[in-house]
């Protein structure tokens, strides 16, 4: 649009002025071949020769001698020396005589006819006057009255001059107006796209067809229309599985607190009578409430995801012996529920920067996973820790059914479950638990991915940190 309106005007420049120049010359060889022809020798111009050959020295009346020659079309003018004794001459006709007669000597014998430019000039001297009789030239007027050639070319110059301005200027309108019809034509587009956005429709594009630089900006408002349209549909998913998972916790909340509850009650009222029974009735209790305490931690930790208020306290350890500690510690429980761990550690150190606690939290959350949805009797997981290209990496497997290769981009998506895929027989998930562990991963500067390898297969890699002394003691919380 912007080279094309330059073009325009550039062009329009240069176009008005060959346009001038054209007409101008037009018009100067317009009003020469007129003059010329306007002032073409007359019939009368023997006649006019011969009536001043006649005179003689006692003819005195030079009105009638005018009166004479005006009937052959010529008019005279008489000087005595330099004065004009008589003249009725016009302008143009003055203006002729000074250019070419003035001055010229004329013989006393006779007339002498002098040709000019198409002009036969006739003049003699007749004792002390000077007698010159000039043709009355047939032009029309200009402005009122019959002008010079010059005068006459200037102002026809002038007034061609002005109507080929006022021609550039009607058609530089009248483009100008369809340039500015052009370009709100888009801009109008665009103010009713905003005005639809503004009421929320996102789902009506620009309409607008051209091919200039709008095009680009009218498309660059239908990809942000696009994204708001899929930010919006993703917040409302979010916003009903966020009601989905209050609801959930508040439903799962209800059944530990309700048998809290009840073995309480039961062993006000003496139910459980004997030591044995009050011990199974307070054992009970504390397991629920211990259940409840884990949903309501959950449901904390989201919350502080969610507003950026998680804070991280990295200390200096051995990745390989972390994983070596927590192995160790889940084990026993992995066993009750019909599972085992391994651990494989390649020999050289691993050290990282890690906040421990988190990073337990992030392998608990992967072995949870793995109960809740690996379908695998007996359940092994897998846990390498190796080093490779500068990066410390960390492997968490399992022998389950995996998931389907669909669905591996959204497993780390909020409230994401993959029910569906790995089965449902451990009881429905929050879908917050990857989400965390991918947080906790890239907050402490790594990546993870995830595949299907023998089962689902969880590849971590953290920055290497500084190596640790040897035989420094180091915390295992």
């Known amino acids: 649009m912007g080279r094309r309106l330059f073009l325009f ?166 483009f100008s107006r369809y340039q500015i019809r052009r370009i709100m034509r888009p801009v109008n587009a665009l103010t009713d796209a905003a005005r639809r956005v503004e009421a929320g429709d996102l789902s009506t594009p620009v309409a607008y067809q051209g091919q200039d630089e709008f095009t680009s900006v009218c498309t660059a408002f239908d990809q942000m229309q696009v994204h708001l349209l899929q930010e919006r549909e993703k917040n409302a998913l979010y916003e009903q599985a966020r009601t989905d998972l209050v609801a959930g916790i508040s439903h799962d909340l209800r059944t530990p607190l309700t048998s809290v509850k009840g073995y309480i009650k039961g062993l006000r009222d003496g139910v459980a009578q004997t030591p044995e029974r009050q011990q ?114 960390l492997r968490f497997a399992d022998n389950g059914s995996g998931v389907l290769p669909e669905q591996l981009p959204h497993l780390f998506e909020q409230f994401w479950r993959g029910d569906q895929a790995r089965g449902r027989g451990r009881g429905e998930g929050s879908g917050l638990g990857l989400y965390i562990v991918k947080y906790i991963v890239e907050a402490h500067g790594g990546a993870i991915e995830a595949g299907n390898e023998s089962g689902l297969v969880f590849d971590i890699t953290l920055p290497v940190g500084e190596a640790l002394p040897e035989h420094e003691p180091h915390s295992d919380c």
């Open 280 to 393: 199974q009735y307070l054992d009970i209790a504390y397991r629920k409430a211990c259940d409840m305490d884990v949903l309501l931690q959950r449901l904390f930790y989201f919350s502080k995801l969610e507003t950026g208020n998680l804070p991280l306290f990295p200390e200096q350890v051995d990745l390989g012996e972390f994983v070596t500690s927590f192995a160790a510690e889940t084990r026993g429980e992995l066993a009750n529920r019909g599972g085992d761990i391994q651990v494989s550690v390649s020999q050289r150190p691993h050290p990282v920067r890690i906040d421990t606690e988190q990073m337990y939290r992030l392998l608990t959350n992967l072995t949870e996973n793995a109960l809740r949805y690996a379908q695998a009797n007996p359940l092994l997981l897998t846990i390498s820790v190796w080093r490779e290209e500068g990066m410390e990496h």
């Open 9 to 174: 005007h550039t062009l329009t420049l240069i176009g008005a002025m060959a346009i001038l120049l054209l007409v101008n010359g037009l018009v100067v060889h317009w009003v020469s071949n007129f003059y010329r022809h306007s002032t073409a020798p007359s019939d009368g111009a023997q006649q006019a020769q011969e009536l001043l050959s006649d005179l003689d020295g006692s003819e005195n009346d030079w009105r009638e001698l005018d009166r004479k020659l005006n009937k052959l079309d010529y008019n005279l003018i008489v000087l005595r020396g330099e004065e004009v004794v008589f003249s009725t001459l016009d302008q143009i006709q003055d203006d002729l005589y000074r250019r070419v007669a003035q001055g010229t000597s004329w013989p006393e014998n006779g007339a002498l006819a002098m040709q000019n430019d198409n002009m036969v000039i006739i003049g003699r001297t007749l004792g002390e006057h000077t007698l010159i009789a000039l043709p009355r030239p047939n032009v029309p007027p200009v402005l009122g009255r019959q002008r010079p050639q010059d005068e006459a070319m200037i102002l026809s110059m002038f007034a061609s001059g002005a109507v080929a301005i006022g021609a550039i200027m009607l058609f530089s309108l009248a």
